[in-house]
């Protein structure tokens, strides 16, 4: 049984930072790519980013680079996400989905980014 479990979540200022992590079990992590998409209120899935099996290789959404950094930490089967400079229209549900096919899904958590 595959679990993902979103975490870090919450309410920020423009301009703040919060550190997303993604605590996995039920699979073999290491095998697989990662990613992280998001879902704003009203709109669709938004895919963020993504890295490879060994953590060498990150593909970033133009609008996120240089903000976001994807990252993982095979030891611990974890995905984390980085995310300085926030935005308003950051606000929304992030998940990690896995890099198979079809995905596996996690509940997400919640980014706010208000003044």
């Known amino acids: 049984q595959v679990l993902l479990v979103e975490s870090g979540g919450g309410s920020v200022q423009p301009g703040g930072f919060l550190r997303l992590s993604c605590a996995t079990s039920?699979?073999?992590?290491?095998?697989?790519?990662m990613s992280w998409v998001r879902q704003a209120p009203g709109n669709g899935l938004e895919w963020l980013c993504s890295i490879d099996n060994g953590g060498g290789s990150t593909y970033y959404l133009q609008s996120v680079k240089g903000r976001f950094t994807i990252s993982r930490e095979n030891a611990k089967n974890t995905l984390y996400l980085s995310m300085n400079s926030l935005k308003p229209e950051d606000t929304a549900v992030y998940y990690c989905p896995t890099g198979s096919v079809p995905a596996d899904w996690g509940q997400g958590t919640q980014v706010t980014v208000s003044s």
């Open positions: 039920g699979f073999s992590f290491t095998g697989y790519w």
